[in-house]
């Protein structure tokens, strides 16, 4: 006969049978009655309506009989609370009783009936128990004064419950210690604040003779209050040690864990000198190797903790690499913790054997556990250099394998040893270009995208790798999008000739079509940057990079002491403070490990204290880019100027603005202080021509009807497109730039290509080497209808800030209108720049030839002009090259020649012209040589024109 | 503490439920079954699961989900170390600890639950003292309990309750007072493919079945207890007597317990008792590969795509199962002369390529008589009665987590 037929009923309805059994006079069928009340009740059924029959079995000296109406009655109390004082007074009678067992039995039952009109009457017994001659009455009476704390503080508070309880820690009984200790820790929870474990050497030892001998639960309870101590020398901390080693060896797990805790901390007291502390050190590994073949429950919770004590004390564990090598049939979470462990103690001495291990992993069946063991590859590679190499190796095989999400996961920690050991191990990037396709997950297509950008320059296609990505980019998530943008920015730095449409695509598909607010920051942020000073973005985006950490995800080592101090506990399994995550924490107390103390104080050694996280290394590249940051922010604020220019614009002048209505405003005659003086800096010639490409319309280039090449002006270049309509949805640019009796101007044609008429147009330069900017807002007085062409001569002045160019001459060029706001470059000759009181004297030239190093002297050859020196001169003389001596020297012409630009930097020249050659040579000579290549083609210009 | 305990089958209902201290809504338990869905398997269920208001922590055991919620901060270990005292106490009481067996002794259980904890604190664990408290239910028990009106419930508080020895009951009487040792070790190992150790350790346990009359005193030493430099003791081991004289001096409690738990690291390793030779080979182009396995293999895990195998042992019976994809190979005893070898052709799932993974061969074996660390029990003495006990000593040696990678 089992249980089981307490479930069966019957047709007159279960409760009205039950109520006649619970009446019943026979002992024997009240008693197999209450059985079927508890049976019903185990199993959620509503028995609550038997309470008052229930209770009237209370009154037996039949034990069993007692408990289990005793378990009916801490049931359904609560709910019928009138009902439930009938079983005050049993209780009460009870407490008296001669058998300790009834006596305490009493006792904690009632305090498990959470009803505030039994508290009441429990008061006296529990007083009277807690005093009891039998220390099983005692233990019991400890745990019920924390339960009266649950359902009434101030109660116990008032009746002096909690100083009976302090007084119960010296007890003679090594239960009732332990259980006093542990009912103070769980009203102290409640009461962060009150000092209710006053823990003093006195209590301290009598607590540690407690251990000794009472139940491993008791222990547990004892070694957590233990914990909270705090030693007042390194010598109490030792003795305390001393006598907690033991139970390292108890079967209990928990015991094992919470004794590591109190050894963890106390041993951060105790000088490392010390002979005690090593050998406190082996002793604690084998209980912990020991934890790992326990159940795979007990397995995972004491892996959590490893993986604290791991960081904070590696040297523990560090021979034991093996015990944490993963079987296949571990479950899951016990595999991924296992892996983390290993990485942490993998070093110089046992990677081989990591590396072989990690490889057999990455073959297993678990998806998330080949990913993360293909993660851990990479992570080795980073924390141990020499295996490096090897590592890079095996991810390569890994992703011949053509396994899609090892591939994925090979190529995202490929990306961090690139970040790690720049320049290595480039050549595995041609393996991984032939698995683009393959990329399905964000984080992987972020990193292939990462390393085509980074390594642009290596990678002869990688615009087009990088356009492939372009064609979904509104389907990509924000990562890859965000990735791609850096990418494309990073190779039009590097290729900037080739890349330019890919740049402003992106720039376009970021700023205006997307929204997703960090995107178009970032896009504007690269806008803004290239536009403004392409040197600045090339600085900031192609920065070194910081290293990254040896260790990834080390735990902060303030939060890392703090757990420590909480070995065995949730926060350990977490990882978390416990105010991070306990409900109703009320200001739990932080605790912190013990600051040494003691003779030899020896500061915390560099090999115990994790190096800090990333931020704390990175280098001084963040605080500049932080600055940048703050000026591009900066520009925002300029307010809105519209109208006439205006003198007190800001300092930041020369910047294009892109956020649009204010563009016209900043330009003015009084912008700048810092314009005009040109500084050189060593630099290389760079390919010409960038930003005008030839070719398409040239029926509007020869367009030659505006009021050009009059008089007195230097020579002027035929206008060339400078904005195809394609780039520019519609808007067509061509033209050039002139020189009049001291003024530059720059002549454009505008055409509307488009379907609908433009308008508010508005122009805006980019620093550029000369300061170069607009004189006046650009005046197109009715909109421009479709098919419609307008021309504009813009007057400049050199007053704009300066930045240095590559090439020297090179103008980025900002066009707003109705529609947009398009970007474009152009290259200006330098001729006009040429001032028009360029002619030194005789004498100063004779000088100044001499005192400029020879050098800074360059020779160019002018091929194939047929003028004679006479004519040259006076060709030259119209662009502002003035002859100030001629010679003939062995039937060779020499020309004296001085020119001076904007900013003040006098060129000196000598032609030399052979009657029968149509080569000339030409000398240059100028303090600031970089110009003279410039200078040389202004000269060719104007000569063959 | 403690706050309540929730019994759920295989198939998610919950068909027992604690409570310590208040009601906890079994609601709770809907946060389990999450985990539970997402986890591929039983196994696999993370054993610690935060929800907004308590932490629920479980143990999987014989198909049965025991899951403890918390409120507060409590020490996981304990939770999960009281949970498999639970587990233990069923296995103890009614022999199997299964549901059908929890069910038709509900009341009992949970008379025993309500022993074992008290407002969340653990009362009386020890399967002795519960014992004495509540009977475990037998038939005669049943049998003479109708007929007196007697009850399981003892009313005399347990003797070893308070006493320091609270292992062991007094009054023990036995007619035959016998003591009986074993001394079971079990390897963990991880054979690579080409037959080298990765790793080895023993694990190794002395489980004892003490029935003396009275207080005996006990003491046991080996010939070489420097192999135990990593050891757990059973409480009623004196550590001090361990530390100085390396004996184990103890009384012990009554009837079966674990004395001691020891583990042994590699170093100490003689040889590996098996050894296993392996040939498994998938194809690319048909859907047929070979497949050899020469001596003591029992268990090999084989991938998705093989739909079944043709196989024929030398010696023993195999079974394949297509569901699980386990083959198991029972070998029987292995002949030295000749050596059991298991031989055929496996066939794939057609269209499918052939699998990424390699399939590990799990090793079940036991050697009588051999306790592979080499440690041996050097003498036993009884102290404290005046008897001769019969004493006896067995060793036997068994696969424990023993893989083999192919």
């Not at chain 1, 901390?237 to 797990?253: D, F, G, K, M, Y």
């Not at chain 1, 920690?413 to 393996?431: C, L, M, Q």
């Not at chain 1, 350990?572 to 409900?583: I, L, N």
């Not at chain 1, 009657?915 to 083609?937: D, G, M």
């Amino acid at each position: 006969m089992t249980d089981s037929k307490y479930f069966t009923t019957t047709k007159k309805g279960e409760i009205f049978e039950l109520k006649a059994e619970l009446n019943s006079d026979k002992k024997e069928k009240k008693k197999e009655a209450v059985k079927k009340v508890i049976a019903s009740m185990t199993v959620g059924k509503d028995v609550s309506a038997l309470f008052p029959d229930v209770v009237n079995c209370m009154q037996t000296d039949n034990l069993e009989l007692k408990k289990l109406v005793y378990l009916y009655l801490m049931n359904y109390a609560k709910s019928q609370p009138d009902m439930a004082i009938m079983a005050v007074n049993t209780f009460v009678k009870d407490c008296e009783d001669p058998n300790p067992l009834i006596r305490a039995l009493a006792v904690r039952t009632m305090g498990c009936i959470r009803v505030d009109k039994i508290t009441e009457y429990l008061c006296e017994p529990l007083r009277k128990c807690l005093k009891d001659e039998d220390p099983y009455v005692r233990k019991t009476a400890a745990v019920c004064v924390a339960k009266l704390h649950d359902i009434n503080a101030q109660l116990v508070e008032d009746q002096g419950f909690l100083d009976t309880l302090k007084d119960l820690i010296s007890d003679s009984n090594p239960m009732v210690v332990a259980n006093a200790v542990a009912a103070l820790s769980e009203i102290a929870e409640s009461h962060p604040s009150s000092n209710l474990l006053d823990l003093n050497p006195q209590s301290i030892n009598k607590l540690l003779t407690a251990l000794n001998e009472c139940t491993e639960w008791g222990q547990i309870f004892i070694l957590d209050c233990l914990a909270n101590y705090m030693p007042k020398d390194d010598r109490e901390a030792q003795s305390i040690c001393e006598r907690v080693t033991p139970r390292l060896s108890h079967a209990n797990s928990a015991v094992v864990l919470s004794a590591v805790k109190v050894l963890m901390k106390f041993m951060e007291m105790l000088s490392k000198d010390l002979d005690y502390y090593g050998t406190l050190l082996k002793k604690l590994a084998p209980p912990l190797v020991t934890l790992l073949s326990a159940e795979p429950e007990l397995q995972y919770v004491a892996l959590r903790n490893i993986n604290l004590i791991v960081q904070k004390r590696p040297e523990i564990l560090k021979h034991e690499m093996k015990v944490f090598f993963v079987k296949y049939n571990d479950p899951i979470y016990v595999k991924l913790e296992k892996l983390d462990i290993m990485i942490r103690l993998a070093s110089q001495a046992n990677i081989a054997q990591v590396l072989a291990e990690l490889k057999e992993y990455a073959t297993e069946v678990d998806v998330d556990f080949v990913r993360k063991a293909v993660r851990a590859i990479g992570r080795c590679a980073i924390k141990v250099e020499q295996s490096a190499e090897r590592c890079v190796s095996t991810l390569l095989d890994l992703i011949q394998t053509k396994v899609n999400y090892v591939v994925q996961e090979a190529i995202v920690v490929i990306k961090d040893i690139f970040r790690k050991y720049p320049n290595k191990y480039e050549s595995v990037i041609a393996t991984l270009c032939e698995n683009l396709d393959s990329l399905d997950e964000p984080e992987a297509r972020a990193a292939m995208i990462w390393i085509v950008g980074e390594y642009a320059e290596r990678i002869d296609n990688a615009d087009e790798l990088l356009e492939s990505f372009l064609e979904g980019f509104h389907d990509e998530s924000t990562q890859v999008q965000l990735q791609l943008l850096t990418a494309i920015v990073k190779l039009f730095l590097k290729k900037p000739t080739e890349t330019q449409e890919l740049v402003q695509q992106v720039l376009s598909l970021a700023t205006q079509d997307s929204d997703n607010p960090d995107l178009r920051d970032r896009g504007y942020i690269y806008w803004r940057l290239l536009s403004t000073d392409p040197v600045a973005a090339k600085e900031v985006v192609l920065a070194e990079k910081p290293l990254i950490s040896e260790e990834t995800d080390l735990i902060e080592p303030t939060l890392l002491d703090e757990l420590i101090c909480y070995i065995g506990t949730l926060a350990s399994v977490y990882h978390k403070p416990p105010s991070a995550f306990v409900e109703g924490s009320r200001g739990v107390v932080h605790k912190s490990l013990p600051p040494r103390t003691g003779s030899s104080e020896s500061a915390e050694s560099p090999d115990t204290a994790p190096s800090g996280g990333p931020a704390a290394d990175q280098p001084s590249v963040i605080p500049t880019q932080g600055d940048l940051l703050g000026d591009l922010l900066n520009l925002d604020l300029g307010p809105p100027v519209s109208g006439p220019p205006m003198a007190t614009s800001a300092v930041q002048m020369g910047a294009v603005d892109l956020l649009g209505d204010s563009l016209m405003g900043d330009e003015s005659e009084g912008m700048g202080g810092s314009g005009g003086s040109f500084t050189p800096a060593p630099s290389t010639t760079a390919p010409t021509n960038v930003g005008a490409p030839l070719g398409s319309g040239l029926g509007d280039l020869f367009d030659l009807t505006g009021g050009v090449g009059t008089l007195s002006g230097s020579y002027v270049a035929p206008k060339t497109v400078w904005l195809p309509a394609m780039k520019a949805k519609g808007l067509e640019i061509s033209g050039t730039f002139s020189r009049q009796v001291g003024s530059i101007s720059m002549d454009l044609v505008l055409t509307n290509k488009a379907l609908q008429v433009m308008s508010d147009f508005a122009i805006q330069f980019n620093r550029n080497s000369f300061g170069l900017a607009p004189a006046a807002p650009l005046q197109v007085h009715a909109p421009l209808a479709p098919n419609q062409s307008v021309e504009i001569t813009l007057p400049l002045n050199t007053v704009g800030s300066v930045m240095k160019m590559e090439p020297l001459n090179n103008l980025q060029v900002a066009v707003k209108n109705n529609i947009d706001v398009f970007y474009f470059s152009t290259l200006y000759p330098l001729h006009i720049l040429f001032v028009e009181d360029g002619k030194m004297e005789r004498q100063m030239f004779l000088a100044t030839w001499k005192d400029i190093p020879n050098e800074n002297e360059t020779q160019f050859q002018i091929k194939d002009c047929s003028l004679n020196a006479d004519a040259v001169s006076s060709k030259l003389q119209g662009s502002n090259i003035f002859t100030i001596a001629k010679r003939n020297v062995e039937g060779q012409d020499m020309l004296y020649q001085s020119l001076k630009l904007t900013n003040g930097i006098w060129v000196l020249a000598e032609l030399r012209i052979q009657p029968s050659n149509p080569s000339f040579t030409l000398s240059l000579k100028c303090r600031a040589p970089e110009v003279s290549q410039y200078i040389y083609q202004a000269y060719e210009t104007i000569l063959k024109n | 503490m403690i706050h309540s305990l929730f019994l759920i089958n295989a198939s998610g209902d919950i068909f027992l439920e604690k409570h310590w201290k208040s009601v906890v809504s079994r609601s709770v338990c809907d946060y389990f079954f999450e985990a539970q869905e997402r986890a591929s398997e039983a196994e696999n269920v993370p054993p610690v699961i935060p929800t907004p208001h308590h932490y629920l922590l479980s143990v999987y055991r014989h198909k049965i989900f025991f899951v403890a919620v918390i409120q507060s901060e409590v020490p996981p270990l304990f939770v999960i170390e009281f949970l498999h005292r639970v587990v233990d106490t069923f296995q103890d009481y009614f022999g199997v600890c299964s549901e059908v067996i929890i069910k038709d002794n509900v009341v009992v259980v949970y008379e025993v639950l309500e022993e074992m904890l008290d407002n969340g604190f653990p009362l009386a664990t020890e399967s002795n003292i519960l014992k004495e408290l509540i009977k475990p239910p037998t038939i005669l028990r049943t049998v003479v309990n109708t007929i007196t009106g007697s009850t399981n419930v003892g009313d005399q508080l347990p003797t070893g309750q308070l006493s320091v020895v609270p292992w062991r009951r007094t009054g023990v009487k036995y007619t035959n007072n016998e003591a009986y040792f074993d001394v079971i070790e079990e390897i963990d190992a991880i054979i690579d493919k080409s037959g080298s150790t990765i790793t080895a350790e023993i694990q190794g346990v002395i489980d004892a079945c003490v029935k003396l009359t009275g207080m005996p005193d006990l003491t046991l030493s080996f010939m070489n207890p420097r192999l135990l430099d990593d050891v757990s003791f059973h409480p009623c081991v004196r550590f001090k007597r361990w530390e100085s004289e390396r004996i184990l001096s103890f009384i012990p409690p009554d009837g079966n317990f674990r004395l001691l738990s020891y583990h042994v690291s590699a170093q100490n390793l003689v040889a590996i008792p098996v050894y296993v030779k392996h040939n498994i080979s998938f194809r690319d182009s048909s859907s047929l590969g070979r497949f050899e396995i020469t001596v003591g293999p029992k268990q090999t895990m084989m991938p998705k795509s093989v739909l079944n195998m043709t196989l024929t042992p030398s010696q023993g019976t195999h079974v394949f199962d297509p569901v699980t994809k386990l083959l198991s190979w029972d070998v029987g005893k292995i002949n030295p002369q000749k050596l059991p070898s298991l031989k055929g052709s496996v066939s794939l799932q057609a269209g499918t390529s052939k699998p990424d993974e390699n399939p590990t061969i799990n090793l079940q074996f036991k050697i009588q008589q051999l306790a592979i660390s080499g440690l041996k029990v050097n003498r036993l003495d009884m102290y404290g009665e005046k008897y001769k006990p019969f004493k006896g000593i067995k060793y036997m040696t068994k696969a424990g987590k023993f893989q083999v990678r192919t």
